[in-house]
């Protein structure tokens, strides 16, 4: 149950972030609009050469949602040589991957561990679902 109800926190919260996302809201877009107020020639802020700063502009892990029932295949890359790429789409009775990467063996692992974990969090509703509710 505690599982349960730190998955439904989760999802609220990643369903807040992507809201904002959407919106122009999230803090990389307000980061890099930001880095392109800089005229030319200017010296950018401290904060751009910090190693943190640095390190959260490279998207090791890219991911796209396409949305719609007639998607019926795409293809989605990784956007860095070290990353991966996973394309998913939420339809009504399934999900949809594609996971790419440049290097071997790192697709088909991040599939299976992606899997597992979606099973996990599946048996975690199901169990919940299941449970009596009361009934004050």
């Known amino acids: 149950r505690d599982c349960h109800s730190k998955l439904l926190a989760a999802t609220q919260a990643h369903s807040s972030f992507s809201s904002k996302a959407s919106k122009a809201m999230?803090?990389?877009?307000?980061?890099?609009g930001l880095k392109l107020m800089l005229k030319p020639g200017e010296k950018a802020p401290e904060i751009f050469s910090d190693v943190v700063t640095a390190r959260s502009g490279t998207w090791a892990l890219s991911t796209s949602g396409l949305v719609g029932e007639h998607m019926d295949g795409w293809g989605f890359g990784e956007v860095v040589p070290h990353g991966l790429g996973i394309g998913y789409a939420v339809?009504?009775?399934?999900?949809?991957?594609t996971v790419t990467s440049r290097h071997a063996g790192w697709a088909p692992r991040m599939t299976a561990n992606l899997e597992n974990a979606l099973l996990q969090m599946r048996d975690l509703c199901v169990a919940a679902?299941?449970?009596?509710?009361?009934k004050l």
Do not use: K
Not at 26 to 32: E, P, S
Not at 129 to 134: K, V
């Open 129 to 134: 679902a299941a449970e009596p509710q009361s």
């Open 91 to 97: 339809l009504n009775d399934r999900l949809r991957f």
């Open 26 to 32: 999230g803090c990389d877009r307000h980061m890099l």
